[in-house]
């Protein structure tokens, strides 16, 4: 969807951002349309997933979910999102189609997420939150990707997430930043996290729902809330993973970890029919490797995750 942020987290974007794409190399809204359209009808895809950098950053993101929607009416459409700016579009956006948002917030300690995002807008992004809430875009999941910063405060976020019925997610920290520091040595672990957590509540193991969600669950205190931990480090879900990434210009990437891609707008812009796309999609789907096998098995992609889509 787009490369630009109006963050910078430090496990993710460099201070400076990222190089902008030049405009006519983004995805139109109709060659999106378009390649969910493949997804859909070729592909078997049944849930669509709008992410960025951060996509709000598009004045034509309700246009992209509007010309989804009339095309696929029971199609799930997710959103994830940084939240900045979603106070003011959250009402069009579910009038639009969307049907539910993953909002990203590592911290509710105001000094604290602005040393991780390098921006004061906590109150923005729960602002968006909100939006999402009274917008009925349920349910509103929080992404929280643990650092040794943020590890302590965990219990604090599970609490605040739990009384605004939240659906919070914790996710291992992975070596897709933008500036290259991140190491196993800092690497807070799912094993570290329900120890933290454990020291304040009550969890227990419920699994997965989809053998094939990222996210393990534990109910909180007995229930009804629950915590999810996505441990893509050290608890390898590879050989249940589902899904497939297109890039912001059109590139399809099977893995976050996989430098392999095929360009499909290159494809859909020299005339190439739905069936050619299709079968270049399929083909770079079979490359993807079977998996890894844990922290000293990965090796980092040369796109970083604000230019992968996370």
């Known amino acids: 969807?787009?490369?630009?942020?109006?963050?910078?987290?430090?496990?993710?974007?460099?201070?400076?951002?990222?190089?902008?794409?030049?405009?006519?190399?983004?995805?139109?809204?109709?060659?999106?349309?378009?390649?969910?359209?493949?997804?859909?009808?070729?592909?078997?895809?049944?849930?669509?997933?709008?992410?960025?950098?951060?996509?709000?950053?598009?004045?034509?993101?309700?246009?992209?979910?509007?010309?989804?929607?009339?095309?696929?009416?029971?199609?799930?459409?997710?959103?994830?999102?940084?939240?900045?700016?979603?106070?003011?579009?959250?009402?069009?956006?579910?009038?639009?189609?969307?049907?539910?948002?993953?909002?990203?917030?590592?911290?509710?300690?105001?000094?604290?997420?602005?040393?991780?995002?390098?921006?004061?807008?906590?109150?923005?992004?729960?602002?968006?939150?909100?939006?999402?809430?009274?917008?009925?875009?349920?349910?509103?999941?929080?992404?929280?990707?643990?650092?040794?910063?943020?590890?302590?405060?965990?219990?604090e976020l599970l609490r605040w997430c739990c009384e605004r019925g939240l659906e919070l997610r914790f996710i291992e920290s992975m070596p897709l930043d933008a500036e290259r520091a991140w190491s196993p040595e800092r690497l807070v672990s799912a094993d570290d996290l329900l120890e933290e957590l454990g020291t304040t509540t009550t969890l227990t193991p419920v699994g997965r729902d989809d053998p094939s969600a990222p996210a393990a669950q534990w109910l909180v205190d007995g229930g009804p809330h629950r915590v999810g931990i996505i441990a893509s480090m050290t608890r390898s879900f590879c050989g249940s993973c589902d899904r497939t990434r297109i890039t912001a210009e059109g590139r399809v990437r099977p893995c976050l970890f996989s430098d392999d891609e095929i360009d499909l707008a290159a494809i859909l812009r020299s005339g190439g029919s739905d069936d050619d796309l299709a079968d270049a999609w399929r083909a770079v789907t079979w490359r993807k490797r079977a998996g890894h096998s844990g922290v000293e098995d990965v090796v980092a992609p040369r796109r970083t995750m604000g230019a992968i889509g996370g």
């Open 1 to 155: 969807m787009s490369q630009a942020c109006t963050l910078r987290c430090r496990y993710c974007m460099p201070a400076q951002g990222l190089p902008l794409i030049p405009r006519d190399e983004l995805l139109s809204a109709g060659e999106v349309t378009r390649l969910v359209d493949v997804a859909v009808g070729r592909l078997g895809i049944d849930e669509v997933r709008l992410t960025g950098g951060e996509p709000l950053v598009r004045g034509d993101l309700e246009l992209i979910v509007a010309g989804i929607r009339a095309r696929h009416p029971r199609l799930p459409i997710a959103l994830t999102t940084n939240g900045i700016g979603l106070a003011r579009r959250a009402a069009g956006l579910a009038h639009a189609g969307l049907t539910r948002v993953n909002i990203s917030l590592d911290t509710v300690d105001r000094e604290l997420f602005e040393q991780v995002t390098r921006r004061d807008r906590l109150d923005d992004v729960i602002a968006g939150i909100d939006a999402a809430v009274a917008a009925g875009l349920a349910p509103v999941k929080v992404n929280a990707v643990l650092l040794p910063e943020t590890l302590s405060r965990a219990p």
